[in-house]
């Protein structure tokens, strides 16, 4: 009796503990609530304010703030007015309105999200059609929205509540065969109507990870954005990038390793070709799954924006991370 009672409540324990892992690892209300939580550069070294050419100003753990806010992707500085925003890999838009003190972030002011809509003005659903992944402004003011698994680009009017149109960039062509969860994650523009788009995938000898227009005129050369040695042996990706008004692109990595956690770095490519590695992110620094990168220039001044994409899981984050460009 004794071995059959074993027998039978063995496999239940089992599964018992595999589905409470699913949950923590699933959690769709893990760190609900408004409470916003200070995160340091290091925690090892909490003075510590200097990676690479960038100053730390500070970055925030930020909740679900009621609005189930996670799993972003892209970002960009929204200078008319004077906020982020953000995509999410479920179709919607999120603003946020940061607090800062002498620039530095410490808390948010207001938060809202909304719907992507699709051409026929339905709200997008499903991840096979709204996997957002990246978004950059025109000089016109609309917003380009690139998308995996359907791979695509579209174009949003200024004000996001309104119907997209396709857009004449078809990220299959540029790129090459792109695989469902390794579409454009990066895409920036310049002033003068340079386009930058990168896939999420590493070099493969002559497969490229990116390619570029630098004309505007939308003939796309394929380009090898290359990244520092300590992210590149771990596989590290594009995973956004963004324009400085001189037409240098800064392009953001990561990687992750169930064993060793998550790499960062960002790299500048300047208009004649020039590569310089601004910063690279690394175990004991904070660290999450970085996806989204925003430049915000202020005079002379440059400011660097990075959010962390936590997939709605309890086991990650979604960091907001400010520095000032200083190298």
Not at 26 to 36: E, M, Q, S, V, Y
Not at 94 to 114: F, M, Q, W, Y
Not at 135 to 164: C, M, Q
Request: aromatic share 8%.
């Amino acid at each position: 009796m004794t071995m059959m009672r074993i027998a039978l409540w063995g496999p239940l324990f089992v599964a018992a503990l595999l589905v409470g892992a699913y949950i923590y690892i699933h959690d769709p209300f893990a760190r609900d609530g408004t409470d916003l939580l200070q995160v340091p550069l290091s925690e090892e070294d909490p003075a510590l304010d200097r990676v690479g050419d960038l100053k730390y100003l500070g970055g925030l753990d930020i909740p679900r703030m009621e609005q189930n806010i996670g799993g972003l992707s892209g970002l960009r500085w929204d200078a008319e007015n004077g906020r982020l925003i953000a995509l999410t890999d479920d179709a919607r838009r999120i603003k946020i309105t940061p607090d800062e003190e002498n620039e530095v972030l410490v808390g948010l002011g207001k938060v809202a999200s909304g719907m992507l809509f699709d051409r026929d003005g339905e709200w997008l659903t499903g991840k096979e059609h709204g996997d957002s992944e990246s978004l950059t402004r025109k000089a016109d003011g609309s917003w380009l929205v690139s998308f995996e698994r359907d791979h695509r680009i579209w174009a949003y009017p200024s004000h996001f509540p309104n119907r997209p149109v396709p857009n004449q960039i078809d990220p299959v062509a540029v790129l090459g065969a792109l695989e469902d969860n390794a579409g454009v994650e990066a895409m920036a523009t310049t002033g003068d109507g340079a386009m930058l788009l990168c896939a999420q995938r590493p070099v493969h000898g002559s497969l490229a990870n990116c390619a570029l227009d630098r004309t505007g005129d939308g003939q796309f050369v394929p380009f090898a954005a290359l990244l520092p040695a300590a992210v590149a042996e771990k596989g590290a990706v594009p995973t956004d990038a963004d324009a400085l008004s001189d037409g240098t692109f800064l392009i953001l990595f990561r990687s992750y390793s169930p064993a060793e956690g998550n790499t960062a770095a960002i790299v500048a490519y300047a208009p004649d070709g020039s590569r310089r590695e601004i910063a690279t992110f690394l175990p004991p620094l904070t660290v999450d799954n970085f996806e989204g990168l925003a430049v915000r220039e202020e005079g002379d001044r440059t400011f660097i924006y990075i959010v962390s994409d936590d997939n709605f899981s309890g086991s990650q984050a979604t960091l907001l991370m400010k520095f000032e460009l200083v190298g």
